[in-house]
């Protein structure tokens, strides 16, 4: 298959960040950087029950409390508008600010308090009394089905906020494949954690409400923001300065900044709200999430002939954001052509966090489920995993390709796809015939050795669309406006790259800018891995449009054909001959208006780009791990990645955004979990409980890629900020079973799960002693 695309050769270097310095000498701002003069800072009182009864609050204890501004009470927010839009007829509950009268999870907020600063606003916050009565907790997902509903004025009457399916199952029923098999995947809750929390300063002005906050979609916040507090968009400004991570957290907006909007309208003064890290791990929306059982049947050479995929989400207490809850059946066969495929899927109430979009949301739990399903039939089969996998891949020519039951069971249309080129890479780069020895030859010695594999594929570029804006200075200097949101992916680099390959100029000569919904043109910001696919097209389209005019304008200079005109080295130059003009020549020419005839003074440019559809890079990744057999502990020795993501426009960025989500997946399965317990209480409250992968725990990844671009948008470029964390779960797991010889293990995986493990393991041998 061929799907070369011709691009500048420019694009594909790797440029150094250009947003490093500011950010490795502290100089770049952040919203908790911002405390114009007069801030007040605002605090929460919340819930320490997961389901409780508000029977009274009393503020006495403030009301004269020197330096506290405001005490914010529920009723106070019983008329502010939050999104999702509430629909009781369809079981979406409505959101507030503050609780009313219920307290649905820990951490839920009850009272904001407002003050001259932080630790005052902390010890007000303290002194406020609230009487709660506390009611039975609906914590396990299963378990809520039956028990009493935590939305009784909701349409269902249940817990079970809905229940859907799509697929035949009577033709899965009639399959007549020798193998059948059934298994559960758990995804447990995990949190975000990015390195910065969530910050947000609200300010009403005469000329509307200014808003600082570290979002990933300022423009969707300034249009949110408008609409819930009744404001013309003309009078609402959202600005978002650096942001230190966000991996989707910060995508949809939280109560706590309409708290913020709401005490600014009533002091009149800035407020600002910086959320601690217990704040973050008890409220923020947790990911994964969800419980899955599946059947499948296969014939004994290992060919899938149908899957069947039952799933268990636990929503929380509230909707967050609604729009990615089916992306996981959608993505249901992976990388695999699978005949039969069907789904059922029901979304679960529960006295927890709300259900959030974190790093790949949808596609890890569809890749995990998978991935576990291609080993259990390696193992029914006695074929080795590459071997499964190989006879189930989709072949190349078949793309594009409707994945999950085709489009009538909700499939999505995949691209372009070369999975057995990548698979062949990883195994080659990794020697893994020579793995498989080692593992053999360490077990002679008493250690145990586990290889996993994991194919993955992934949908990304949603919003099918990308706005960018291109000015260009009077010094030749180009400043690039995008809509979407860089959060530590480097796009100030990036971006640059794609203009400056177009025009022919240095990347110092190129500034990005974004994260003001004033001076930016709208879009969804950042999310999905759309970034390079929509706002990186959108901007090389507006410098194609740029380099089209100035051209005729040199050619115009020079007497020339502008189809001779070649932009590179900051000049306009004839093909073939030394003549030539600057850069900045043509530019002085432009906004003088010495210009040809036809053509209007200027070289500003924008342009709303619509690309051909969603893109769906993939890759292989393979782990290795050692258990040490007295305690169980894990430990990950090797880790390969072959990722293919079409054209990369900046291979070191592309390799950072790799290593980040190889340490999210691989924290999944190894340690990350948030935990309650039996009261509906955080038992992961911090990072003492709450284990994160850091720098001494991970091992030097192996990274390769294979390109497959795509037509889906001019730059041929798929999403890579999500491939690490999608592949390198199931490899991880996979490998700890094979180390268990194929034993049944959930993430995270544990070193008492794998104790347990190997002493069943002991008591199914046998004692020799015995009889």
Known sequence: MNTEATIPSFIGA????????????????????LTPTGTLHLAIVRSPFAHADIIDIDTSAVDDMHGVWAVITPDEVADVQMPPTPRPDRNVPRRFPLVQGRALMPGDPVVAVVAESPSLARDAAD???VDYEPLEVVGDVEDAMEAPPIHPDLSSGSNVAYDRSKGDRQAFDALEGPIRLNGLVDHPRVVPAP??????????????LTVHMNSQAPQLMHEQFASDFGLPQ????????YVGGAFGCKFDPAEEEYLTIVAARITGRPV???????????TIGHGRAQLHRYEVVADTGGRIQGLWVDSLIDLGCRHRYLSYMEITPRMGTGNYDIGVYGWRMRGVWTNRAPRGIYRGAGRPEATLTVERVMEAVAAATGLDPTEVR???FIDPDAFPYHSSGGAEAGGYKYDTGEYEKALDKLLE????EGLRQEQAEARDMGRILGIGLAAYVEVCGFEDWGAARIQVHADGSVTVYVETLDQGQGHRTSFAQLVASVLGLDVSQVKVENGDSAATPYGWGTSGSRSIAQGGSASHAAAEKVGVKAKKIAAHLLEASDADIVLADGKASVTGTDVSVTWEEVVSAALTGNVPEGVTPGLDEEIHLKSGGLNFPFGMHLAVVEIDPESGSPKLDRMWAVDDAGNIINPMLADGQRHGGLAQGIGQAMWEEVVYDDDGNLATSSFMDYLIPTAVTLPSFGLDSTVTTTPTNPLGAKGIGEAGAIGSTPAVLNAISDALGGAEVQVPVKPEQIWRALQAADLRRGDPTDG
């Open 14 to 33: 790797p440029v150094q960040r250009r947003e490093d310095p500011s950010l490795i000498t502290g100089t770049a701002r952040y919203v908790d950087d």
């Open 127 to 129: 002194l406020i009394f």
């Open 195 to 208: 390195m910065e929390n969530r910050v947000i300063l609200a300010e009403w002005k005469e000329s509307g």
């Open 234 to 241: 003309s009078e609402v400004r959202v600005i978002t300065p």
């Open 272 to 282: 600002k709200w910086a959320e601690t890290r217990r704040e973050h791990l008890l």
């Open 390 to 392: 190989r006879r189930n």
């Open 429 to 432: 780069e990794c020697d893994y």
